[in-house]
Nanobody
Framework: QVQLVESGGDLVQPGDSLRLSCATS????????MSWVRRDPRAGLRRHYV??????????AYADSVKGRFIIARDNAKNMLYLQMNSLKPEDTAVYYC?????????????WGQGTQVTVSS
């Protein structure tokens, strides 16, 4: 069973940085492309794409809204996924989730973690 445990969220001020972590188990992490998505409860239930990384960790992609500020990375030896978030803005406020990329748009994926809350406010 896929298990995803996100951590690292906090209340920070605009311009601050945070590093999110995602501990994974239950699947072969080293061969699985991974993504971060986020959901702002104030804006509804839909999760929005943030960033993705291939299995080897040498190819990444980002939503336009975070490009140049966020960095996705992974450690296949530790089955860990990371999101370095720099120059945070109030609009980055959301609950952040990690998941295998193939599942982020799947209505059938039921193994979401609890997410980690990021709040950016002065």
């Amino acid at each position: 069973q896929v298990q995803l445990v996100e951590s690292g969220g906090d209340l920070v001020q605009p311009g601050d940085s945070l590093r999110l972590s995602c501990a994974t188990s239950g699947f072969t992490f080293s061969t699985t492309p991974m993504s971060w998505v986020r959901r702002d409860p104030r804006a509804g239930l839909r999760r929005h794409y943030v960033a993705s990384i291939n299995s080897a960790g040498d190819s990444t992609a980002y939503a336009d809204s975070v490009k140049g500020r966020f960095i996705i990375a992974r450690d296949n030896a530790k089955n860990m996924l990371y999101l370095q978030m720099n120059s945070l803005k109030p609009e980055d406020t959301a609950v952040y989730y990690c998941a295998p990329t193939r599942y982020i748009d799947s209505a059938k994926f039921a193994d979401w973690g609890q997410g980690t809350q990021v709040t950016v406010s002065s």
